[in-house]
């Protein structure tokens, strides 16, 4: 029995491609999973910083009962940013806006209620308002470096499906571009705390 060569140099080629595939298919899983890692890491840090406001409010409230205005900003601006989530299957430039601005008002409102110590010597001396505040600014902190990383994966990621010849196997897969954690309007301008 004689074996065309043309055949197995076709049923080579077929299997070369096909391995191939699947490399590239696994690859772009890969870079995927760690962007929806990154991207569940900012949702743990902003959920961090969620769950030290109520501490904080009620530090607050027991040495400023007149600062309630303030006090129930914070509040309601915490329930606004902790409804508000992300879904890295289905993650849009304007969701991910939504987010950011809802995170962006629950510091805003944050930054007043940290500026009341200035009003009360007592409460700067207090020691639950101080470990508060020192763990609530190492959980800023923790946000800034969990977004970097996030936007790293992300970019890792859009290069695998966007580079050819993968951007082929993207397209069929439906793997789609990630967007990235980007500055809010204005952010360029020192912010103005005032009661």
Known sequence: MKINKKLI???AAIVIIGIWAASSYN????????ASTALANVQ????????????LVETVKGYAAHEKQTLEDVVAARSKATQVTL???????EKLKEFQQAQG???SALGRLIAIQENYPDLKANENFRDLQVQLEGTENRINEARNKYNAAVQQYNVVI????KNIFAGMFGFSQMSKFEAEAGAEKAPQVKF
């Open 9 to 11: 140099g076709i049923i």
């Open 27 to 34: 690859s772009m899983i890969s870079v995927q999973e760690e």
């Open 44 to 55: 743990s840090t902003y959920q961090r910083r969620a769950d030290l406001i109520p501490n």
């Open 87 to 93: 879904d890295p299957t289905n993650m849009t430039p």
């Open 105 to 107: 008002e629950l510091g």
């Open 162 to 165: 966007r580079s050819f010849p």
